[in-house]
């Protein structure tokens, strides 16, 4: 072959490559377009979803959205007080839709959770019909920010391990009947869980990033097991960037967006096909870096923005002393 072929072949094979990935990207930009599917969860107007990590951040924001969808929401939470304010919130803007609370701290989780699924019932059965068709494991964050594996304590690990993981796969395993009550007359259930960009392995936060890889790992396997049982419940994992809230108050931006945006976003991706998905449009694009850049580069940029949060807690902290 002479050189002049060789670089013709080249060419082709360059061209094809640049075709299927631009097909690629395409393809998965396109799923932001795609219509919600989230209504087939919610056929008799009646349903419920219940949000774990209600009273503030991505969960009230959830729940805000499913109210506005039609649905009537279960909020989950530690402070009583707070989610009987968020409750009142929620009645008046809402007015339509009924609500419910479930008052338990998942730092410490214990056989006790398992009482949640009869409060549950006992909500609905009080307030009239319809039947838990969503549950969002929303619940999590990390308890000491920007710190190094060795400067945890052993109450530390446990905690950011009790709020993003263990209660997760146990307030599922707790709901799952019921959200797979009435099979067989359409779809039943859906699980969304929430993740994070830091499942891709992020220093300073050792533990909470492998939690998320928990998350993601767990959303994979139920979703097969669920699909071979065929027991009519969906589980979907949303992976998300920054978002401005309560527990990460940083200043909002198209690639930071506010809670609610960042919830609306998460329900519109139901049903678009993917098992774990970007929730947000920008996100996504920031997450295709992971994908393609180095990985110390991509190490360099965590470690910079890392510390940048490291000083801006340190700085509240002495601010509040
Ligand atoms: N914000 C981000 O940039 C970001 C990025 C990636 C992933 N995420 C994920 O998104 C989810 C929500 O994060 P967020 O930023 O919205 O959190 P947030 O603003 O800190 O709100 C957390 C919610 O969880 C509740 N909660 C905290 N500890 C609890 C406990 N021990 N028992 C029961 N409830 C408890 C809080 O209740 P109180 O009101 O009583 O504190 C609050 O309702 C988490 O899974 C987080 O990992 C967030």
Known sequence: MDISSWTSTLKTIGLATLSYLGYKLIRQASIYLLPSKLPRYNVSGKNWALVTGATDGIGFGFCQELCSRGFNVILHGRNREKLVQREKELNTAFPAQKTGIVVLDVVGVHDGVDDVAQQVRGIIGTQGQGKLSVLVNNVGGETRPSVT????????VN????????FMAQITRVLLPLLSEGNGQGRSG???NVSSISQYGMPYICVYSATKGFV??????LEAECSAEGCGVDVMGLRIGEVKTAGYNVDSTLFVPVARTLAKAGLDRVGCGKVIVWAYFWHWLQGLSFEIMPRWILMHVTIGRMMAIKKREEEKAFKGQ
Do not use: C, H, P, Q
């Open 149 to 156: 594996l060795g400067t945890l304590k052993y109450a530390d």
């Open 159 to 166: 905690a950011t391990i009790d709020k993003n993981a263990r």
């Open 190 to 192: 859906l699980v969304l």
């Open 216 to 221: 993601d790992s767990f959303t994979m396997a």
